[in-house]
């Protein structure tokens, strides 16, 4: 049977416990317990006017410094100060609570987003994914508040509740009134939130997308400023902006019809409520201390009304982002994590009968691939664009999944190893080297699990990355913050502080993807020979265009239209004067013009 796909008009108030009980776990005991605080210290609100009445009637009856006056006094006084101190307590650890589950929630997203395929990262915008990471976790911290806080959940329906029980026992008349009022309150309110659940839902999808277009733009603004094109993304965001604004006016206009009904129904009924009692006064009918009962239970429960009102918009708003992220935590696919560990020794790599097409292409990128990879081996990967090199090391990651045939690791199926263990088992060293806004240190150690800082490998990673020149730059200090993306290093030293990171993660498979393309031929000579002396442990995959730098390799593997054309060392193809030395002749012949 199909699950149902969940949208803001199915997506009911159980279906929001439901999800939200998942990332509660470890903490509901400890909630239960300060929501049941929360209800203790609302009965002893509504206790309040009784005790009250009692004073006032005593006042009437008794001389002032009555031991009876003055008992209610003192019980009066401590039942406030007992309110006071559970009811701060309470907030105070069910925000601590809530804040924690926040964490969690937004943990468990990240983690969630991590295990989805590269296909749903590359259809989804990456602001767009912060934006409902941070939206759905504040609006489950502010759903788990909503209860413990003062005027929150637990105090409007405790107190509703009380009134209403207390007039049905002791006011019948009253009774009949105040649960008329509590009828059309709730209906009307009820009725204007099914009109304005729409509207708060396109806000939110209107919001996310100009928090989504802000970063996107703002995360390229070397880009977009070396581009002159300032002005032009100044003006779309203005648009988006104020597709906002008039989002969230129209909203609010809605919001304030529905203010008008529903206050028009409090008042009327309290003013009806007001001339009943003075009619009950004139005729003897009720005492002095009950006028005070009734007035004020009158008035709490508009207060209880009006905070229903008035905390459900944010209610709606919180079950609306929550579920954009339950949402889009259900939207990718990804591989079961319930497998083998990986054993950490360098394994063999097999692909058998692999076939492979990307998502909404038909078009077979990979072709029945046969092929092994020895442990240890240093193995370069050649073919021109579109043949199938970037998407081989694509899913040796298993960023994709699989359409046909299967990849082992010795002998050991890909889709039965653990996500995590899979990744540690490679390094990758990418064409354009990410450089985090952070200092030269972390930059290099990011990628590694280690819990302890080693000097020794540090130290090594930036002598065979050459990273000496980056270091000369920055005044050989280490701690120097780079920038974001690192706009204070020029192409080269990007990609060579990405061969440091990933020499320093130590993993025992390496992927070189152009990872040399931008740097001088003097130092990408002097790293290669680096690797080749220093990493003869570890199994090289070397993506290149420019042929000279496999040299070093054991062997170069030729793609061409998905499959294997070519396989064997560098001198063997060259002799061989098929494809590999069709595409070194022309290497040759434009170094000579150039």
């Known amino acids: 049977m199909a699950q149902l796909i969940k949208t803001e008009e199915n997506y009911t108030f159980l279906d929001l416990f439901n999800d939200l009980r998942k990332y509660t776990q470890g903490y509901n005991r400890r909630l239960l317990l300060w929501y049941f605080i929360r209800s203790f210290t609302a009965l002893q609100i509504l206790a309040s006017p009784f005790i009250l009445a009692s004073i006032v009637d005593c006042l009437t009856k008794e001389n002032i410094f009555s031991s009876k006056l003055i008992t209610l006094v003192i019980i009066f006084t401590i039942n406030n100060l007992v309110q006071i101190i559970l009811r701060v307590n309470c907030s105070f650890y069910v925000h601590a609570l809530a804040s924690k589950i926040r964490l969690n929630i937004r943990q468990k997203a990240l983690s969630k987003f991590l295990s989805f395929d590269l296909d749903w990262h590359e259809q989804e915008n990456s602001g767009k994914k912060i934006t409902v990471i941070s939206h759905g976790a504040d609006s489950a911290r502010s759903l788990v508040k909503f209860f413990g806080d003062g005027s929150g959940g637990l105090d409007i329906i405790f107190g509703i509740l009380g009134v209403l029980g207390y007039f049905m026992l002791f006011q019948p008349k009253y009774f009949i009134l105040a649960f008329l009022n509590v009828v059309l309150y709730l209906g009307i309110n009820q009725w204007q939130n099914s009109m304005l659940l729409k509207k708060w839902h396109k806000l939110n999808i209107v919001d996310e997308k100009v928090v989504s277009k802000n970063f996107d733009y703002f995360s390229n603004i070397g880009l977009i400023k070396r581009l002159g094109i300032g002005q032009n993304i100044n003006r779309s965001l203005f648009e988006k902006e104020l597709e906002l604004t008039n989002e969230s006016i129209a909203t609010s206009r809605l919001s304030s019809y529905k203010w008008i009904s529903i206050d028009t129904i409090s008042h009327l009924t309290q003013s009806v409520a007001v001339i009943l009692i003075i009619v009950d006064i004139i005729n003897g009918r009720i005492s002095v201390g009950t006028f005070f009962i009734i007035t004020g239970y009158f008035a709490n429960l508009r207060g209880y009304l009006g905070n229903i009102a008035s ?284």
């Open 311 to 594: 905390q459900f918009d944010g209610v709606i708003d919180n079950k609306l982002g929550f579920l954009r992220l339950v949402q889009l935590t259900s939207s990718g696919q990804t591989n079961t994590d319930i497998g083998r560990r990986l054993s950490p020794l360098n394994p063999s790599i097999n692909f058998r009968n692999v076939s492979f097409h990307y998502p909404r292409h038909k078009s077979y990128i990979l072709k029945n691939l046969n092929l092994s990879i020895p442990s240890g081996q240093k193995v370069g990967l050649v073919g021109e664009s579109g043949s199938g090199k970037s998407t081989f090391t694509k899913l040796l990651l298993r960023l994709y999944l699989l359409n046909q045939g299967n990849i082992f690791f010795n002998k050991t199926n890909i889709n039965n190893i653990k996500t995590e263990d899979l990744r540690q088992q490679f390094a990758i060293v990418p064409q354009e080297s990410e450089v985090f806004n952070l200092t030269f240190t972390e930059n290099i150690i990011i990628a590694s699990d280690k819990d302890k800082f080693d000097k020794i490998l540090y130290k090594k990673s930036v002598e065979i990355a050459e990273c000496q020149t980056i270091l000369t730059k920055i005044k050989n200090n280490h701690q120097t913050v780079l920038g974001e993306k690192g706009v204070k290093l020029s192409g080269g030293e990007r990609q060579r502080l990405g061969i440091a990171r990933a020499i320093y993660k130590n993993s025992p498979i390496m992927i070189f993807d152009e990872s040399t393309s931008s740097l001088d031929s003097k130092t990408e000579e002097k790293i290669l020979n680096n690797i080749e002396k220093s990493l003869q442990d570890k199994t090289i995959i070397w993506i290149a265009h420019r042929l000279s730098t496999l040299r070093f390799t054991d062997r170069i593997i030729v793609f061409e239209n998905g499959i294997v054309a070519e396989d064997g060392s560098f001198n063997k193809l060259v002799d061989k004067k098929g494809l590999f030395y069709q595409l070194w002749q022309i290497q040759q012949r434009s170094q000579l013009k150039s």
